[in-house]
């Protein structure tokens, strides 16, 4: 019986997963087939094939659109948003942590409350704040209101509660100060809690299409998923375009987390994740 279970348990899995997968695959087919035969794959995958294979729809989002452009945008901003994201969330969670103070633990409690408020929530007051500073169609109003996450906050306090503190007090001990005993000892220890953040953050933001739909107007700062929302309404309509166009706008969060997976299987161990 128990070898019966397992079978079915990983039966199970494996047709979860090829629900999962076969938009992306339907997609990448796609983007490698001429217009006419994007429609035929819904008579059966046998008309991928037939169709052949081309390059032709890369090329295509190339000549219509700035995508390098867009692509620009959406790595500044969201490296932006990690690399100092990090920073930030990462001292916070320490402070949170380690340190004593007063009024730790009510402040602690108000970053957890923020968990539950979504971005749809306060967009209207963020927005009309940001108006009032004049920061619309910038770089700047889609960086900095997700510098500071509560999400994030969160994940480095459970990793940083968790450390011995040896290390830190022989630190203490050798005349090291709060943010030297930070950087030394315990930001090398911590390299699988800041590569989840890492990647749950550019996965979380690489998406983001509400904020800068409010935000931006222009091309000049638009990022990949305002521009494939209108790359979708440019005409003329033509799937193989848009599929390439997905493709392209996946790749860098899939080498992302293939560059830091180890890290990230890690980090969602250690840090407390769970389900």
Known sequence: MGYV?????????LLIGLLFITPIVFMISGSLTPDAGVFAQAGGWDALWSAGVSLDNYRDVFARVDFMGYLFNSLFINGMIVGVGLLVNSLAGYAF?????????????????VLIIPLEAIAVPLFYMVSLFGWRDTYWVQILPFIANAFSIYLFYTFFIGMPREMEEAARIDGAGVLRTFYCIIVPNAKPVFASVAVLTFLTQWGAFLWPLMVTSGEDVRPLPLAIATFY???????????????????????????FQPWFVRGVVTSGIKG
């Open 5 to 13: 279970k397992a079978f079915l348990i990983y039966l199970s899995l």
């Open 97 to 113: 942590a380690r340190l004593q103070w007063y009024g730790r633990n009510l402040l602690f409690k108000l970053v957890l409350a």
């Open 233 to 259: 309404s440019l005409p003329p309509l033509q799937w193989g375009d848009i599929f390439a166009f997905g493709v392209m706008m996946v790749t860098p969060i899939l080498v992302l987390f293939l560059l």
